[in-house]
């Protein structure tokens, strides 16, 4: 019973992280301009990968010899030690995720992108879609 | 259940690619090849469960750690010209940053 309901967790973790990761792609392939495409790009970043991180997490489970020997706490696989590393994964990604978009869009910034425009270079070249009416 | 989401990984995964040969500016390329960094940590992930070998974790961390420094760094250099340049001197009178 508690197998099933963790294996069907396991399943909608995987799915809805895989979906999450294509669907900001696709966003990063429809928005018009720098800072919303990496809006869309912190999508994979964060949510996709923490559901399947999350998931293989759960299928990986725990195994932990809390009441003695014989009676050991165990969820899923019972792989203690892929668990951590998965934890530690996670963490890391949450942490660096945020901080490398924002020195990514703060040199953007800097070297003068704004909003609705592609380039500040070439303006003639894509003014048409850079309208924002 | 490892295969379907190892799919829609993959179909990020060249959706990333072509917006890293699109991209009109070096900022969409770099903001690509990022996200591109955090598919493959999440494909050995996968992958490592989906061929029954869940060791392969180690890799996904060194590539993690990897990904990160890789994107500051060239975030760094886009925005200063210089690795090397020290902001704690320079900051005050020629910062482009208003």
């Given at each position: 019973?508690?197998?099933?309901?963790?294996?069907?967790?396991?399943?909608?973790?995987l799915?809805g992280g895989a979906a999450f990761c294509v669907i900001g792609a696709?966003?990063?392939?429809?928005?018009?301009?720098?800072?919303?495409?990496?809006?869309?790009?912190t999508l994979p970043d964060t949510l996709g990968a923490g559901m399947i991180l999350?998931?293989?997490?759960?299928?990986?489970?725990?195994?932990?010899?809390?009441?003695?020997?014989?009676?050991?706490?165990?969820?899923?696989?019972?792989?203690?030690?892929?668990?951590?590393?998965?934890?530690?994964?996670?963490?890391?990604l949450?942490?660096?995720g945020?901080?490398?978009?924002?020195?990514?869009?703060?040199?953007?910034?800097?070297?003068?992108?704004?909003?609705?425009?592609?380039?500040?270079?070439?303006?003639?070249?894509?003014?048409?879609?850079?309208?924002?009416? | 259940?490892?295969?379907?989401a190892?799919?829609g990984v993959?179909?990020t995964?060249?959706?990333?690619?072509?917006?890293?040969?699109?991209?009109?500016?070096?900022?969409?390329?770099?903001?690509?090849?990022?996200t591109?960094?955090t598919m493959?940590?999440l494909?050995?992930?996968?992958?490592?469960?989906?061929?029954?070998?869940?060791?392969?974790?180690?890799?996904?961390?060194?590539?993690?750690?990897?990904?990160?420094?890789?994107?500051?760094?060239?975030?760094?250099?886009?925005?200063?010209?210089?690795?090397?340049?020290?902001?704690?001197?320079?900051?005050?009178?020629?910062?482009?940053?208003?």
């Amino acid at each position: 019973m508690i197998d099933s309901l963790l294996h069907a967790l396991v399943w909608i973790l995987l799915v809805g992280g895989a979906a999450f990761c294509v669907i900001g792609a696709v966003g990063m392939l429809r928005l018009p301009d720098f800072y919303t495409r990496t809006h869309a790009a912190t999508l994979p970043d964060t949510l996709g990968a923490g559901m399947i991180l999350l998931g293989l997490m759960l299928q990986s489970g725990l195994n932990l010899p809390l009441l003695g020997e014989g009676a050991s706490l165990r969820i899923g696989d019972g792989n203690t030690l892929v668990t951590l590393k998965l934890l530690t994964l996670l963490l890391f990604l949450l942490a660096t995720g945020p901080a490398s978009t924002h020195a990514l869009v703060k040199a953007a910034y800097a070297r003068g992108i704004r909003w609705n425009q592609a380039s500040p270079q070439d303006d003639s070249s894509d003014s048409k879609h850079a309208d924002p009416d | 259940m490892y295969a379907a989401a190892l799919l829609g990984v993959l179909v990020t995964m060249v959706i990333e690619l072509i917006l890293a040969s699109r991209g009109p500016t070096v900022f969409d390329r770099i903001l690509a090849v990022n996200t591109f960094g955090t598919m493959t940590i999440l494909l050995i992930a996968l992958c490592g469960y989906h061929f029954g070998r869940p060791d392969f974790m180690d890799l996904a961390l060194i590539y993690a750690l990897l990904n990160f420094i890789g994107s500051v760094a060239v975030a760094k250099f886009s925005r200063f010209g210089n690795l090397a340049r020290d902001h704690r001197r320079h900051a005050s009178g020629e910062d482009p940053n208003p």
